[in-house]
């Protein structure tokens, strides 16, 4: 009878399908990735290109990811590494330098990328492509894992705040606390000390995604709402460098993004920031999800990462 009961189980999964995932979960640090190669040329030109400094909006010099270096195919568990970057060398297989790449292969969340290129000299003549090409992919994909993780856990009585005052939701992790509420504006932080992470949320008047309008919104907002210790001290953008500007879609909007380094007036305080912005046609207003992290002496490139993560969910 126990038998019978086991294959009808069976016969209703395979009638109905079943999404029920049995790999088993990836090992590894977001934007740590495992290079692997069939020889040493391309383990170190492909660890090079990886290892590059982020410039995107980083106070100090940190690189593009953490790289660990395998040669050659190892298997076992090499092959449940959350990223995976693997460079095949081999000029009777390769015309020209490719790059293609699957998920979820043997583990999950997991990126497995394979470039393949005919000689060492083309991937070096390549770099710049295949460094924006495979960053392009595994942030994706850090990014795209990080929102599944938050859609599954949020703050669920942080995002009815949001959306009581704006009409848009965002989901953030559950130890994001509101501290904040104002008009047209939320702060939410993890509240930890010498080590934060903080997303705010405004909106302002205009429907116009233009990066003047926004950087004197910002710097009116967080005057406005993010004061120090005395009223002369106040969250500023900063100048040098100046905030950079970018425009993606992300749930059938155009998304306007700001990066930079943001400043306390009057304070030795700052870090980097990001933000996205969308249009509300029928409020008249352009929303505003930041990012902000305050950690000095620390690493602060997967602390505002996985802010950022949070951003794409506004909608």
Same mark, same amino acid.
């Given at each position: 009878m126990k038998h019978y009961r086991l294959a009808t189980i069976a016969a209703i999964l395979l009638m109905y399908g079943c999404s029920c995932d049995m790999k088993t979960t990836s090992g *590894?640090?977001?934007?740590? !990735?495992? !290079?692997? *190669?069939?020889? %040493? %040329?391309?383990?170190i030109h492909t660890r090079n290109i990886l290892q590059a400094p982020d410039a995107e909006g980083l106070p100090q010099h940190e690189p593009l990811f953490d790289v660990m270096t395998i040669k050659g195919r190892k298997g076992g568990m090499t092959d449940y590494a959350r990223s995976i970057v693997t460079t095949d060398i081999n000029a009777n297989k390769y015309e020209s330098t490719k790059i293609e790449y699957d998920r979820n292969v043997f583990a999950r969340p997991q990126i497995i !990328?394979? !470039? *393949?290129?005919?000689? =060492?000299? @083309?991937?070096?003549? $390549?770099s710049i492509q295949v460094q924006k090409t495979l960053c392009s992919i595994l942030t994706r994909f850090e990014m795209s894992a990080e929102a599944g993780r938050l859609k599954k856990t949020h703050n669920k009585a942080a995002a009815r705040t949001v959306d009581s005052i704006f009409g848009h939701t965002i989901l953030t992790d559950t130890k994001m606390k509101v501290l904040k509420t104002g008009k047209d504006f939320v702060w939410l932080t993890d509240?930890? %000390? @010498?080590?934060?992470?903080? &997303?705010?949320?405004? =909106?302002?008047h205009g429907c116009k995604l233009d990066p003047k309008t926004a950087k004197a919104a910002r710097d009116s907002v967080m005057k406005a709402n993010m004061k120090g210790d005395t009223p002369d001290m106040y969250m500023v953008t900063a100048t040098h460098p100046a905030p950079t500007f970018s425009t993606t879609k992300n749930n059938g909007n155009t998304v306007m993004v700001m990066r930079g380094i943001w400043e306390m007036k009057g304070d030795a305080m700052g870090g980097p920031f990001v933000?996205?912005?969308?249009? $509300?046609?029928?409020? @008249?207003?352009? &929303?505003?999800a930041e990012a902000f992290v305050f950690a000095p002496g620390k690493r602060k490139r997967n602390m505002i990462k996985q802010l950022e993560a949070a951003l794409f969910t506004l909608k």
């Open positions: *590894g640090r977001p934007y740590e !990735v495992v !290079v692997t *190669g069939n020889s %040493d %040329d391309a383990i !990328v394979r !470039v *393949g290129t005919p000689s =060492a000299t @083309m991937l070096n003549r $390549d509240n930890t %000390d @010498m080590k934060t992470q903080n &997303i705010c949320i405004y =909106a302002y933000s996205h912005s969308i249009t $509300d046609s029928t409020a @008249m207003k352009t &929303i505003t």
